[in-house]
């Protein structure tokens, strides 16, 4: 299995930071990488797709890039409503893994 | 509109079986695979598996094997996932999820989670 790992673990951040996340590979999956957000109680939100491409509907502010092994997530300007728990995904290989999530939180 | 609406939750006892339904709207419930992921309290997301709504044809991740079946009622749009032997660590909300864009395998359509507590 590819194990995904991300970091850091946590983060604390203000309204209009800049913010970034890094998911690292256990071996290498090209491009197939996913991100998604998500709030207490609620269920995941899709973000980016093969490693940069964003979602229809989620804002500009969020960017993706990496290839190989090393992948991040970019929020350029944190908004309020961005404060949430990040996860990648891997889809190059059965079973499907995510990282261990990044949670982002007000300083 | 596209949904997946999941049944409520649930409680059972070490030992015992439970089912989880998914059930599609607004789109053709076998053109997609079915996945289900689960997620312990405060935890991870962890996949489950796949299932194919068309073919019944299943892909199930090693850790649950021989526990878990993914099943669908086509006449119905509804998905199952039955977990047996569940253990107190089996307790987690499970979601079934989806795919539905040609050019992407992000899971983009969720159902809303069903919590499974185990405890005697």
């Known amino acids: 299995d590819i194990q995904m790992t991300q970091f850091p673990s946590s983060l604390s951040a203000s309204v209009g930071d800049r913010v970034t996340i890094s998911c690292r590979a256990s071996q290498s999956i090209s491009s197939d990488l996913n991100w998604y957000q998500q709030k207490p109680g609620e269920a995941p939100k899709f973000l980016i797709y093969?490693?940069?491409s964003l979602q229809i509907g989620v804002p500009s502010r969020f960017s993706g890039s990496g290839s190989g092994t090393d992948f991040t997530l970019t929020i350029s300007s944190l908004q309020p409503e961005d404060f949430a728990t990040y996860y990648c995904?891997?889809?190059?290989?059965?079973?499907?893994?995510f990282g261990p999530g990044t949670k982002v939180d007000f300083k | 509109q596209v949904h997946l609406v999941q049944s409520g939750a649930e409680v059972k006892k070490p030992g015992a079986s439970v089912r989880v339904s998914c059930k599609a709207s607004?789109?053709?419930?076998?053109?997609?695979?079915i996945t289900w992921v689960r997620q312990a309290t405060g935890q991870g997301l962890e996949w489950m598996g796949w299932?194919?709504?068309?073919?019944?044809?299943?892909g199930y991740a090693q850790k649950f094997q021989g526990r878990v079946t993914m099943t669908r009622d086509t006449s119905i749009g509804t998905a199952y996932m039955d977990l047996s032997s569940l253990r107190s660590d089996d307790t987690a909300v499970y979601y079934c999820?989806?795919?539905?864009?040609?050019?992407?395998?992000?899971?983009?359509?969720w159902g809303q989670g069903t919590m499974v507590t185990v405890s005697s």
């Open positions: 299932m194919n709504p068309y073919s019944g044809n299943t």
């Open positions: 999820a989806f795919s539905s864009a040609f050019y992407h395998d992000g899971f983009d359509i």
């Open positions: 607004g789109y053709s419930f076998t053109s997609y695979d």
């Open positions: 995904q891997q889809s190059h290989s059965t079973p499907v893994t």
């Open positions: 093969a490693a940069s």
